[in-house]
């Protein structure tokens, strides 16, 4: 096993085989109002290398690319959990927070930098790109 | 000491089933790294208003999660059954305030001006180094 998580109430865990195809940091509107925060963080492994127990809720929506995005939280606590889009099916992002120990995650890229809040601090050393 | 500002905004949850409305002074802008809000946001710190509860109004039905946190008061989070997002929190410490994401309120008046529970930030998540860090909960804003 790579790594473990679970959402704040513990009705949802999961467990991760091997390590991240990619790590993301997103500074979209729609990431924002999503976390609440200023950008929304997300490792992406292979569907297949990732085990959810219980059962989250959905929320679905259209990404910039055009193709339909499911967001999926806890429905006791209402945590983030993970995220899919249509356009990649075999990929899963899971909330960086969401993981027991997630001192192996580090963003590769800022995406949609041109809608960071000014008060939210990033990494200068991290590449980052205006949108996608 | 940044200044606090007073804010009229309206926000909406991602799906619109819900809505929050704030008018009025803003009494502390903090971001907070401990392990419940690095688990209900997803990210490595949470970034929330502290208003006045008498000057916050809602729409829609939301749910509430509450439990103990790492200050020892009770926090219960409310957030869109639909969509998930949060939309207020409230701590039993002071149930007269209320704690809004900034992410959902939006706008360039936010302005953190400390960060709390320090003893937990992951390295991997970025911090302002300007504004006073506390290892845990601090009393007044
Ligand atoms: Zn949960
Ligand atoms: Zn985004
Ligand atoms: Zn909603
Ligand atoms: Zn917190």
Known sequence: MFAS???LCGAITFTVENPP?????CHCEQCRRSTGTGH????????????VKGTTATYKSTADSGFERTR???????SRLFAENAKNPAVIGIAAGAFDDSSWFKPMVNLYASQRPVWDIVDPEIESHAEM | ??????????????????????????????????LDCQKETGT????????????????????AFSRPAASGATTTRHFCPQCGVTLYAQSSRAPQTMLVPAGL???DWFNPNQVIFARSHTEWDTLPETIPHYETYREGL
Do not use: Y
């Open chain 1, 72 to 78: 999926h939280f806890c429905p006791n606590c209402g």
């Open chain 1, 5 to 7: 998580g679970r959402c």
């Open chain 2, 105 to 107: 309120l939006g706008g």
């Open chain 2, 44 to 63: 490595g710190h949470s970034a929330v208003a502290l208003v006045k509860a008498v000057d916050v109004t809602t729409s829609g039905t939301l749910l």
């Open chain 2, 1 to 34: 000491m940044t200044t606090r500002p007073i804010i009229d905004t309206q926000a909406t949850c991602s799906c619109g089933a819900t809505t929050l409305t704030v008018k009025g002074p803003v009494l502390s802008m903090l971001l907070c790294a401990c």
């Open chain 1, 21 to 25: 195809l990619r790590m993301a940091q």
């Open chain 1, 40 to 51: 929304i963080v997300q490792a992406f492994f292979k569907r297949e290398d990732v085990a």
